[in-house]
């Protein structure tokens, strides 16, 4: 998070929970204030990585994700071979894999994932594709947690490993999604979705 996080930048802390292990701080990093290109109105960047699976969870209980309208049962955090995949989804005989990958880095309008090398990322990537091609549906939702996107893209400059599985998975028939959140001071929710490009 190179381009959030420098001195002088200005972010929002949250007291951090109680916890069996100890923390070297008191507090957890929750918003990031981004300052919008040309001198427009800033905007906050919520940098918790586990308010993505929170919000599509909320969103699959409520089946206001038409993507995804039809399945009824949903399954979190479910094992599958190396990996273990956000959500599992079904209705009847019909099966679908998801998983969620937060988006942070922004490059003009594009928000770009990932912002670092991931291997996870990739392998999960991969074993979605081969889901698909044994015929379960397979998506990644990506969820840039910022209104200020109208696309998101892999970032190739930081992960072509990445890069190259994710159109290796499109082509296989990996479903690909895309949504920017208004985040506020008061809260962070799903915004206007996005096209992964």
Known sequence: MRELLFPGRRVWVAPASERATPRTTQFTLALVESPAPSGGA??????????????????LRARSLPQFH???????????GHSRFDFV???????????????????GRCGLFPDAVSARATRHVQELA????????????????????????????????????????????????????????????????VPVR
Do not use: W
């Open 89 to 107: 989804l079904s209705a009847g005989e019909a099966r679908c894999v998801v998983e969620v990958k937060s988006v942070s880095l922004v490059n």
């Open 70 to 80: 039809d399945y009824t049962d949903i399954r979190a955090e479910v094992p599958h």
């Open 42 to 59: 800033a905007s906050l960047v919520s940098v918790n990585t586990l308010i993505p699976n929170r919000l599509v969870a909320q969103a």
């Open 130 to 193: 081969a889901l698909r091609q044994r015929g379960a549906r397979a998506a990644v939702l990506f969820v840039a947690q910022r209104d200020d996107i109208d696309e998101i893209r892999p970032a190739e400059e930081i992960d072509p490993a990445f890069a190259s599985a994710m159109i290796n998975a499109k082509g296989a028939g990996v479903d690909f999604f895309g949504f920017r959140c208004e985040v506020s001071l008061n809260g962070i929710r799903f915004g206007a979705p």
